[in-house]
């Protein structure tokens, strides 16, 4: 079966495809330093790099689809737009980029396309597709309005920076405050049912417009725990079959639970995932073991810092002591903020990381730690993406 990864990534999603014998053709990344790692793990895939909303990265893509047919498209359009965390804007350009994928769908019509985002997704209104004039400037003003309050908060945010220079730059807001923040939240909350009535699921869209393309589809909510990678990670999985093929959708059952009952395996823990590499030296350019070098004053706050809380108490995420004896949270970029070993008094390592992510020890990321533990947090975990392939192999036999 071939295949092509839109959106790529270091290839999480794509790997587990890789596993279950599925060729991966051709794949596309906007990041170059990125699509490195994928060069760098996946021999036999032609990594195309670039905006794919730019024609001739499009063209490219369709170059390697000549001579042979696509049977898989896989995917992820980022989901910075639709987190659960920080203000969800539905108008946020790169919350449109799903639009992407289905142009590349409705080109190459695969069997089946898999399409993976964040938990939430599934809250996320959009305007509807046909709007009237009247709708359009309605619709126009309320974002205007979120795009205002955002604006607000980030401002409010850097004045009361120390630093002086955040600051910089914003000598004309120092008279923000609480008030022009309950003013634009007032006239939002007016709004918001007036705009209700031509708004509608993103989700919803997406299934429409692939529907009317031919393709049945279907979505579930899968947690990577329930498949034996040792993270509590949420993903909602769309799962589309062009409309010739017999087989229903389906989705991975889950060989996994909390307890390890109803004949399932028990959670993978953190310790059972990583505990050997917790007296490892540094080891940088085969096992990517790489230690990040605290101030003895970090190094002081970790040491009291007990398991299941942040060594800063602001953040409920980053710098988070995990619990050894259960999967970690989700594993997140946050800026260098990883996880607290809950042993050592340090954070953990890109591989420790990598562990928790499902990735085999000689899966290699390219660039700077800094940029392994971006690829990491946007990752689809392999243990997942692998059960998902064995699923869609069923679907295509």
């Known amino acids: 079966m071939n295949c092509f990864e839109l959106f790529a990534g270091c290839g999480g999603l ?5 596993k279950e014998g599925f060729n991966i053709v051709a794949c596309n ?3 170059g330093s990125i699509a490195e790692t994928y060069k760098e793990n996946f021999d036999n895939t032609k990594v195309i790099v670039g905006d794919i909303t730019k024609g001739s990265i499009k063209k490219e893509v369709y170059d390697n689809f000549k001579d042979k047919k696509c049977d898989i498209i896989l995917g992820g359009p980022p989901c910075v737009a639709y987190s659960m965390s920080g203000h969800r804007n539905s108008r946020d350009p790169r919350g449109q980029l799903f639009k992407e994928y289905i142009e590349i769908v409705k080109k190459l019509k695969p069997k089946v396309f898999v399409m993976e985002n964040v938990k939430g997704i599934l809250t996320i209104l959009h305007d509807k597709p046909k709007l009237s004039k009247k709708e359009r400037e309605i619709a126009d003003k309320y974002y205007e309005l979120e795009a205002e309050k955002i604006n607000i908060i980030a401002k409010k945010k850097v004045l009361s920076s120390k630093n002086e220079e955040d600051i910089e730059g914003y000598v004309d807001i120092v008279n923000t405050n609480n008030t022009d923040l309950k003013d634009v939240n007032r006239k939002i909350k007016l709004m918001e049912k007036e ?10 869209i997406i299934k429409n417009t692939f529907q009317e393309m031919g393709y049945n589809v279907d979505m579930k909510l899968l947690n990577s725990a329930d498949y034996g990678v040792p993270q509590k990670r949420e993903r909602v999985i769309f799962i589309g ?12 059952v889950a060989t996994h639970n909390k307890e390890g009952s109803d ?31 605290h101030s003895s004053d970090f190094v002081e ?9 942040s060594v800063n108490p602001k953040y409920t995420e980053a710098f988070y002591r995990c619990n050894p004896d259960e999967p970690s949270n989700t594993v997140k970029e946050n800026h260098g903020g990883v996880f607290v070993h809950y042993e050592k008094n340090r954070v953990m390592t890109p591989r420790e990381l990598a562990r928790l992510q499902s990735f085999p020890d000689d899966f290699k990321f390219k660039g700077r730690k800094t940029k392994m533990l971006v690829q990491l947090g946007n990752a689809v975990p392999c243990g997942l993406s692998q059960a998902i392939a064995k699923e869609i192999k069923k679907i295509v036999s």
Do not use: C
Not at 14 to 18: K, N, R
Not at 197 to 204: A, E, G, L, S, Y
Not at 271 to 293: G, M, N, S
């Open 14 to 18: 794509g790997y587990g495809f890789h």
């Open 29 to 31: 990344e906007l990041d």
């Open 263 to 293: 004949g399932k395996n028990k959670w993978v823990s953190v310790r059972e995932a990583i505990d050997d590499l917790k007296e490892k030296k540094e080891d940088v350019d085969t096992l990517q073991h790489i230690f990040t070098v």
């Open 195 to 204: 705009v209700h009535i031509f708004r509608m699921k993103v989700t919803d």
């Open 301 to 309: 706050k970790i040491k009291n810092t007990p398991i299941g809380k």
């Open 241 to 252: 079959t062009r409309k010739d093929i017999k087989k229903e959708i389906s989705f991975p």
